[in-house]
């Protein structure tokens, strides 16, 4: 059965949907981006359906400013007080002894940055954003794997002494993938600390030729974020799609949150 429900966060009113179920333990859902509790394709509410049908019950709510809920968007770095209010009101409403969040994007950061202080138990992170600069182009990182995989390609070859290539936007694109990610990369600096001074276990989920997810994992391949990486498990899905809606996407989605379900228990 699904209920929409509200919860409130400091005067504002925040809209959610709670999908019910006997499990002990829930899945908590947080949008990325601007994106309502639905998700992209309305993924995230199918993912829900699946999730409660197997046992476990589910908890999907719009942040502040977003969809249905009162407020003003403030952005993932900002959440941290509806993130702790939203737990808060999935173990009120049923009797959940832990919680294992999934967030994509940057949803997923928030989620790395403040679930201990929300007491989350386990994390799903999709596709974390880590990228800091503002720019009309993809970050370096995706436009250097964009050219390895074209220059692989006979075809990309002949189009470029055909002039089939915009030889404007490649001298471009070739400018902005020789900026290296700046070593003082807070953000992900932040995330890291916050994974790495943390008990609970969290699972990495990456489209491999999706944007975000390529310049998350250059930027945890430095030294630095090793220990992180070496706790965490990491898992990558062949797919272009951010939102993981390509044929198959779902299917493995759900298999890996009911994995996390399952461990969590």
Request: net charge neutral.
């Amino acid at each position: 059965m699904r209920e929409v429900i509200g919860f409130d966060c400091e005067g504002d009113r925040i809209a959610a949907t709670l999908d019910h179920a006997e499990g002990r333990t829930g899945l908590l859902i947080v949008s990325g981006g601007n994106e309502i509790r639905i998700g992209a394709h309305r993924g995230m509410a199918f993912l829900a359906q699946r999730v409660a049908a197997a046992g476990y019950p589910v908890l999907r709510y719009d942040r502040r400013g977003i969809g249905d809920s009162e407020g003003e968007n403030r952005g993932f770095l900002e959440s941290a007080d509806e993130l702790a209010a939203v737990t808060q009101t999935f173990r009120q409403a049923l009797p959940v002894e832990r919680i294992v969040a999934l967030g994509n994007c940057d949803a997923a950061t928030a989620l790395a940055l403040f679930h201990q202080r929300a007491g989350i138990d386990a994390l799903l992170l999709a596709n974390p954003w880590v990228i800091e600069t503002e720019s009309d182009l993809p970050p370096p990182a995706a436009i250097r794997a964009r050219y390895a995989e074209r220059l692989r390609d006979p075809r990309q070859w002949i189009r470029l002494a055909r002039g089939g290539v915009n030889i404007r936007k490649l001298v471009k694109g070739l400018a902005r993938s020789a900026n290296s990610p700046s070593k003082g990369n807070s953000l992900a600096i932040d995330m890291a600390a916050a994974l790495a001074s943390s008990d609970a276990p969290a699972t990495i989920l990456l489209a491999d030729r999706d944007n975000t997810a390529i310049a998350f994992r250059e930027a945890f391949q430095r030294p630095a974020f090793a220990s992180v990486c070496a706790r965490a498990s990491i898992a990558i899905r062949e797919t272009a799609s951010h939102s993981f809606a390509r044929e198959g996407d779902a299917d493995w989605l759900f298999a890996k949150v009911i994995e996390a379900l399952e461990a969590a228990q």
